[in-house]
């Protein structure tokens, strides 16, 4: 595989907090790579150190081999980049909005036309791109915020969180785009908490935390550390005044985790308890609604890696 990117031993602090704690990696050719981590663990620092934005304390970006400088046009050039919070123009219309990116990459006449008709038709926003923005639903501004990055055709595609809070039907559009863009040609970097969406688009996956990089590997690799696990998850009522850390006095308990009614236990596998578990909670005056046993999945190796689920 030929690293097009290589991030190495990135640095960056906020004041007293440490965003970035040596976060080491490469971009292969033609993945998608997905980017999965809690609030805060660092994604967007990294993203925005990989875009040039922003400057790291410490710490070298690689493109093709060559050390990335600030303010590198021709590394520039060959990114394009749909920032975590929207960067489009209201007041203007779509198309104005994608001709206004796609100038700065140093299209004009009739090239800069076609290709901004291009990314809106790949985006589905042919029809509209003569409507203002402001009137646009939050899916459509997401997938014109996509066509203001990738108009001039760049080889390394940069995406921080571009599903957040918008419709299925949007969202689905988003994720086929991302898939096409790859065959033809693309390479991808992409931040998500949905797990769903890195089940579906990844090639790669990377897991960071605490500005560090804790796992990484294709999702049947980070699915292999949990040969040894196995989760329950048991819906309740009444269960705000049960303490849940008395489940790790059940042998084979590895992690547990109460968040809005659900109940999620990680086990040895062999070890397995059920009845135990059941036990405690009657015991404690929770009231079990219903309780399934999950195949094993990336939210498991998340907890497994973190011990915590993706989202607060
Ligand atoms: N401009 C800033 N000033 C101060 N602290 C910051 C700044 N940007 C990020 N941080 C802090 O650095 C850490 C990493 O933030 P970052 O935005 O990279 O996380 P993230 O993984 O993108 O999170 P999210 O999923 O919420 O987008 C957090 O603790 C955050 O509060
Ligand atoms: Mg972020």
């Known amino acids: 595989m030929n690293s097009i990117i290589r991030v190495d031993k990135l640095e960056k602090s ?13 971009v292969y050719e033609g993945e998608i790579l997905c980017f999965l981590g809690p609030n805060g663990a660092g994604k967007s620092t990294t993203i925005n150190i990989l875009t040039t934005a922003l400057d790291s304390d410490g710490g070298d970006i690689y493109f093709n081999d060559r050390k990335v400088i600030r303010n590198n046009r021709e590394y520039k050039s060959f990114l394009g980049i749909v920032p975590q919070d929207l960067a489009i123009y209201e007041e203007i219309s779509a198309e104005r909005n994608v001709a206004f990116f796609a100038a700065l990459y140093g299209l004009k006449g009739n090239e800069l036309k ?5 990314a809106l038709k790949f985006v589905g926003l042919l029809d509209k791109k003569r409507d203002k923005v402001k009137t646009f639903s939050g899916g459509m501004k997401r997938r014109l915020n996509i066509a203001c990055a990738i108009a001039h055709n760049p080889k390394i595609i940069i995406m921080d969180e571009p599903t957040v809070g918008i419709d299925p039907q949007s969202r689905n559009h988003i994720l086929n785009s ?7 040609g693309a390479t991808i970097i992409y931040t998500t908490h949905y797990m769903e969406e890195v089940e579906e688009i990844s090639t790669r996956i990377i897991i960071v ?14 699915k292999e550390k949990l040969a040894d696990e196995k989760l329950f998850t048991v819906e309740i009522e009444d269960g705000k ?6 489940l ?18 990680s086990v040895l596998k062999g070890i397995e308890n059920l009845d135990k578990i059941i036990a405690m909670l009657i015991g404690n005056a929770v009231k079990i609604k219903n309780i399934t046993s ?4 990336l939210e498991m190796v998340f907890l497994k890696l ?7």
């Open 178 to 184: 991302i898939k096409e863009l790859r065959k033809q």
């Open 306 to 312: 973190t011990g915590r689920t993706l989202r607060d």
């Open 248 to 265: 790790y006095k059940i042998e084979g308990t590895k992690n547990v985790e109460l968040k809005e009614g659900l109940l999620k236990i």
């Open 241 to 246: 005044s049960f303490d849940c850390q008395k």
């Open 114 to 118: 076609t290709k901004v008709d291009e």
């Open 294 to 297: 999950e195949a094993e999945s």
């Open 14 to 26: 906020f004041k007293d907090k440490k965003a970035l704690d040596g976060i080491t990696f490469n």
């Open 209 to 222: 935390d605490n500005g560090k990089l804790i796992a990484e590997g294709t999702k049947e690799e980070l």
